[in-house]
């Protein structure tokens, strides 16, 4: 029999998550403070969140323990199996071979809870009593719904307005686990109300649900934001997807040519890569793919500037590949993926050659998507049918070339809340949104002083 899984016990649990920041050749660009357009300081970002993840965002030390109270949550569901496509690899014709990190079988459906839980924790143990937080498709709202009832900590979710309508069911599970969800942009917020007042009928986009969130969290006593992507110290969280990876990788006597992820804010794909990235700085000869909507072409098409992360520019300027912090994305149906920047750490890879991006169109994502159900059986989240459709790419390219090759991706979620999507594709109704290079010319010329950090 083919062997399908390969697990690790609980006891082999990584016990500490990777900080690429300590093996980088060249370091981030300092975030910089709007008001000053100096190097922030731990102060300026005390208002929004705890000191413990202020200073986990700043460290560059190469090995962080896990604390034991976010062990014992992430046993509930890790290790997460890697798992062999076979039926896929055979539907494709190739004599690639595709291993996949199935981050599917958390409680909330993806990767998302690797971060929520030890966000949580640290906020819990820093005295604070309620977050807030945006959601694009609500995997990352419901994770971090899930984590603050694990920490009993109150939550209030601004939920993307396109994502809400076309995703009842994330707002219930959100519900269930106990948080408060609106749509973004809401009446609660002045960020919120001044867009309804411009745009009434604007789908919302992630920048404008995450100043929403910091509005209300400097805002209200004993509370705190959280972000699901993006940051140095959610990235390190993600590492533990890769780190396993890499044991059930050697257990299973293979060594990944190619590992891949999609990307949106860039941290599951940082998840599964960074630790296979520290390999490729030690020497070994490894490709590592991000992959991003083409309607959103952040890393293939933005510009590597310094820019804010929220449309209200709330937040720090940070040195990353962005679409400019006003780019309301077009309404794709991977809301995961609708960001207009990309996580520093990702960016700064990039600029160093050491990872390559790559973008696909929707309908090419859901035809592998679908093929990856019809044959593997499970359904995957819109945000990972981009891994898919690139990981078809580069299988299809083994068979053409008679060449094997093996490939390691992130299955960051399952779709199995998603099925309007499907719907749409299957009934011929989704289409493809290509940027103009005007467009984006145009969002960045809006951002007035613009700084680039190169
Ligand atoms: C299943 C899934 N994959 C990927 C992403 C993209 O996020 P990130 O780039 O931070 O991994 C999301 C975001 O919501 C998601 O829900």
């Not at 992820?261 to 390999?279: H, T």
């Not at 998507?369 to 044959?375: M, P, T």
């Amino acid at each position: 029999m083919q062997r399908i899984k390969i697990n690790l016990d609980e006891s082999e649990i990584p016990r500490h998550w990777y900080n690429i920041q300590a093996d980088m050749p060249n370091p981030l660009h300092p975030p910089l403070n709007p008001a000053t357009g100096k190097p922030v300081s731990p102060d300026d970002l005390a208002p929004i969140f705890p000191m413990n993840l202020i200073e986990q965002e700043m460290s560059s030390e190469r090995w962080v323990k896990i604390p034991d109270e976010v062990l014992e949550k992430y046993l509930l569901w890790r290790p997460s199996p890697l798992m062999r496509a076979h039926s896929f690899e055979k539907a494709l014709g190739t004599p690639a071979k595709i291993y996949f990190k199935n981050e599917g079988v958390s409680p909330a459906g993806s990767h998302k809870p690797n971060s929520a839980i030890p966000q949580a924790y640290y906020n819990k143990i820093a005295g604070v009593k309620r977050l807030t937080t945006e959601t694009g498709a609500g995997q990352w709202g419901s994770a971090l719904s899930m984590a603050c009832k694990l920490f009993d900590i109150a939550l209030k979710v601004y939920m993307v307005r396109i994502s809400f309508e076309h995703k009842p069911y994330r707002k219930m599970m959100m519900h269930t686990w106990g948080a408060e969800c609106v749509p973004s942009p809401s009446k609660d917020t002045q960020t919120g109300r001044n867009i309804l007042e411009l745009y009434p009928d604007t789908p919302g986009s992630l920048g404008i649900a995450i100043s929403e969130a910091i509005e209300d969290a400097v805002a209200s006593k004993d509370t705190k934001y959280s972000l699901g992507s993006v940051l140095n110290f959610v990235c390190l969280h993600q590492t533990i997807i890769g780190l396993e990876a890499q044991k059930q990788m050697s257990i299973a006597g293979e060594n990944p040519d190619v590992v891949i992820g999609c990307v949106g804010g860039g941290s599951n794909f940082a998840g599964i890569a960074f630790p296979y990235v520290a390999e490729k700085i030690a020497g070994k000869n490894i490709r590592i793919l991000g992959v991003e909507p083409s309607a959103c072409p952040t890393m293939t098409k933005g510009p590597f500037i310094y820019d804010h992360g929220d449309s209200a520019k709330m937040t720090p300027l940070m040195a990353m590949h962005s679409l400019g912090h006003n780019f309301v994305p077009p309404p794709l149906h991977a809301g995961g993926l609708r960001y207009h920047g990309v996580a520093p750490l990702v960016s700064r890879l990039l600029i160093d050659k050491l990872i390559e991006a790559q973008s696909v169109p929707q309908t090419e994502c859901y035809k592998y998507a679908l093929l990856w159900a019809r044959s593997e059986g499970f359904i995957p989240a819109p945000e990972t049918s981009h891994a898919i459709a690139a990981v078809a790419r580069e299988a299809l390219k083994a068979k053409e070339e008679g060449k094997e090759k093996t490939i390691l991706f992130c299955w960051s979620g399952h779709g199995l809340l998603d099925l309007s999507a499907y719907d749409a594709y299957l009934s011929g109704k989704l289409k493809d949104f290509e940027l103009s290079d005007k467009e984006i010319e145009s969002t960045i010329s809006a951002i007035g002083d613009l700084k680039r950090p190169l």
